[in-house]
């Protein structure tokens, strides 16, 4: 905290939009010229495909800043003239400063992703951040400061603290009077404990929380299209994605079809080859539990329900298979609760107005993703269910210029263009007398 504090007063300070810009250029450009450290780095903590790494996250990583360095060049700010009663008038502008000193505190799902989606935007801005990854996923944080350090960026704006959350690093950073401001993403009970640090000294928060999305899927879908999609979103990282579906309604003609097709793509994806493990043995427990529940609570297993077999070299890891339930009730643990796994239940509806209500029915309100071919239907959807982001035939298209972010407990602020922007920056007004 000390060394951000410090390049708070150093050159950081003054350097020049165009210049911070041309540095988050430079950080992009660093992020690809390693980026075979950052896939291995990647792959080593979290286990996932090297497809993955090669065509999403990391490659993500580098376009966060690039994104960032663009929309900085570009932001206004707003301007009024005052009348006032000597008719000479007053003119007042808004001018944007940097919020300070900002505590990043990571997940471990998508480390390098979500990591820079809060990192480039704070620098953007002018900021000095202290990160604070998952101690699952403590690699590709590190290798960034290496890259930091490469293309000079000046010592104290970009610094990592690695460690566990409560009574270690992260309550540490959350807590420390000299951070000026928290952005998180992670579980919705955590965030409340961070939301309760920050309260002391009134630190301004950005939260990405939890989900339990919904896809919805009507009769006159494309079918091929929505297959695709849907399975993705269920089982992509191996069902580790805060913007997955695990719940799925399916207008009742075409309920049957519609399982049997998930069912054949589901069994069609191999493990360590398609998806890999889970993050660690102690989530699988917690998901194994919640495989268990849904059994208990009497679902059907369409697919999977346990842990696959591996070769042996592979056996020790966290494997789980991809699963898919049916036949539950609306208040059944593993429709209401964020499993964040590998797994979706899937569910019939017979109308709009029903289906509305179901997708409403829970305490997050992170995104869902509608499939139709009738576009009225679907922008009507859209305003009508509680979610910060909505997609319509695709799951996890992203424009990072968008709003992204979470209603109810999945959130507060949105990132994404000049929304970070609105967070990183603390917006001052100027009156002038004429
Ligand atoms: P988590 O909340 O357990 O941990 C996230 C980070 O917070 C870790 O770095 C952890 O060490 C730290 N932490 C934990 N307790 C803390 C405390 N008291 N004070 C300060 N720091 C603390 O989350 P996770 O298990 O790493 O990630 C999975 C969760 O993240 C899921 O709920 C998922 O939905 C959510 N998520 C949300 C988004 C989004 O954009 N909305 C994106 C990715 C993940
Ligand atoms: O695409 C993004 O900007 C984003 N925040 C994705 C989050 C994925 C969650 O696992």
């Known amino acids: 905290v000390k060394a951000a504090r410090a390049a708070m007063r150093g050159p950081w300070a ?8 041309d540095l988050l250029r430079a950080i992009a450009d660093g992020i690809t010229r390693r980026f075979d450290d950052f896939v291995e780095a990647e792959m080593a903590d979290t286990g996932q495909p090297r497809s993955m790494m090669e065509h999403a996250f990391i490659p993500r990583g580098a376009a966060n800043f690039k994104a960032f360095a663009d929309s900085i060049k570009g932001v206004s700010t707003e301007s ?5 009663p000597d008719g000479k008038g007053a003119l007042n ?9 900002i505590g990043v505190i990571c997940p471990w799902n998508a480390p390098l992703l979500l990591m820079t989606w809060k990192v480039a935007p704070a620098l953007a801005c002018g900021n000095a951040v202290i990160v604070k990854p998952s101690e699952e996923t403590p690699g590709t944080a590190t290798l960034l400061g290496e890259v930091m350090n490469e293309v000079g960026v000046p010592k104290g704006v970009y610094n990592v603290v690695h460690g566990f959350g409560p009574g270690s690093a992260g309550a540490c950073l959350t807590e420390h009077p000299g951070v000026d401001a928290i952005t998180f993403t992670g579980e919705t009970r955590t965030g409340t404990a961070i939301m309760q640090a920050a309260a002391h000294g009134l630190r301004d928060v950005s939260f990405e929380l939890g989900g339990k999305n919904s896809a919805i899927v009507f009769a006159d879908a494309d079918l091929d299209v929505t297959l695709e999609a849907v399975t993705r979103s269920a089982f992509l990282n191996c069902g580790q994605v805060c913007l997955g579906t695990e719940r799925v309604f399916v207008e009742r003609p075409l309920f049957d079809r519609f399982v049997a097709e998930v069912k054949a793509r589901a069994e069609s994806l191999k493990p360590g080859a398609n998806f890999g493990p889970l993050i660690s043995q102690e989530h699988r427990e917690k998901v ?3 495989y268990a529940k849904a059994v ?4 059907t297993v369409v697919t999977g329900g346990g842990v696959p077999e591996m070769p042996a070299e592979l056996a020790g890891g966290s494997w789980i298979q991809p699963t898919i339930w049916t036949g539950l009730a609306d208040d059944a643990a593993v429709v209401v609760d964020e499993i964040f796994g590998p797994c979706c239940h899937i569910r019939p509806f017979d109308s709009e107005e029903e289906v509305i209500a179901l997708a409403n029915d829970t305490e997050y309100g992170l995104s869902t993703a ?3 071919s009738n576009l009225s239907r679907a922008h009507r959807m859209a305003g009508a269910i509680d979610v910060g982001i909505t997609w319509v035939n695709s799951w996890f298209l992203r424009d990072l210029r968008t709003p992204f972010g979470g209603s109810k407990h999945s959130g507060i602020g949105r990132e994404g263009g000049v929304h970070s922007l ?6 001052r007004n100027v009156c002038v007398k004429l």
């Open 93 to 101: 502008y808004a001018i944007r400063k940097p919020k300070g000193v």
């Open 370 to 372: 509608i499939f139709t």
């Open 288 to 290: 194994l539990s919640y």
């Open 296 to 299: 208990a609570e009497g679902a």
């Open 422 to 427: 609105e967070f990183y920056t603390e917006l």
């Open 80 to 84: 009024f003239q005052t009348e006032t």
């Open 14 to 21: 003054t350097m020049a939009v165009e210049d911070r810009s």
